[in-house]
């Protein structure tokens, strides 16, 4: 397991699936310019993503090598479809940078705290479920990816206390700039140490 160096810092979105926390993150993450760390998935890419962008889009076999030798710092099932995060694009990531984030489910967030205690930050993104069945419907969503996002709805948003800091994304601008206003506090505190 890479071992974090002081001023290392994770930054860790989680909260319920169609939220908003892949766009919120990407949209600090580059006000901010932090890196974020891809997941692996065996899902089939859906025709807005892009491999390399959203996800790496591995099969079942290549995730079945990569965990048997051991490259995922941690790996779920969510649904039959396997997610991980491996170790090496971690470091990677750390190389330019003293700050990451990662977009996890709770059972993945969970995971990180144990493994890196304070040096990762949970930021919990949520919206009512009618708010989210609203744009998701704007969207023109398949009712099938619908009922795999409220599958998880109460056991996401029970999650949420053991989170430092919970952003309701009402407005998508407020969202970001409130959630930038705090990471930005990490980072300076980072900064001010450096002087
Ligand atoms: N624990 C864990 N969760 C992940 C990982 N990658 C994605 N997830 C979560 O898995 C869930 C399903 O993700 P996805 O297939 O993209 O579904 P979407 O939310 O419908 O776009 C979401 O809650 C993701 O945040 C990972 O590497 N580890
Ligand atoms: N504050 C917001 N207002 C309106 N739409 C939003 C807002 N935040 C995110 N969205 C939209 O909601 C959809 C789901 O967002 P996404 O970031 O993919 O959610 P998650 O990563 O939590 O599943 C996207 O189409 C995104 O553009």
Redo the contacts with the bound molecule.
């Keep these: 397991m890479y071992q974090l160096k002081e001023k290392e810092m994770i930054f860790v979105f989680?909260g319920p699936?169609?939220s908003g926390?892949?766009t919120v993150a990407d949209m600090v993450g580059s006000t901010l310019g932090i890196n974020k760390v891809l997941?692996?998935?065996t899902?089939a890419k859906r025709p807005a993503e892009t491999d390399g962008q959203d996800?790496h889009f591995i099969s079942e076999d290549e995730f079945k090598r990569a965990l048997a030798n051991d490259e995922f710092i941690?790996?779920?099932e969510?649904d039959g479809?396997h997610?991980?995060?491996k170790d090496k694009d971690i470091e990677e990531m750390f190389r330019d940078n003293d700050f990451i984030y990662?977009?996890?489910?709770a059972?993945?967030?969970r995971?990180l705290k144990q493994r890196y205690g304070e040096k990762v930050t949970r930021l919990f993104i949520y919206v009512d479920r009618d708010i989210i069945i609203e744009r998701q419907k704007e969207l023109g969503v398949s009712d099938e990816?619908l009922d795999?996002?409220f599958k998880?709805y109460d056991e996401?948003m029970a999650y949420m206390p053991e989170c430092k800091h919970a952003f309701e994304n009402m407005d998508l601008a407020h969202t970001v700039f409130a959630v930038t206003n705090v990471l930005e506090q990490y980072m300076s505190r980072d900064l001010l140490e450096k002087d």
């Design positions: 989680t699936d169609g926390r892949k997941s692996y998935t899902r996800y941690e790996a779920v969510i479809v997610y991980g995060i990662l977009i996890l489910n059972e993945g967030a995971m990816v795999q996002h998880h996401d």
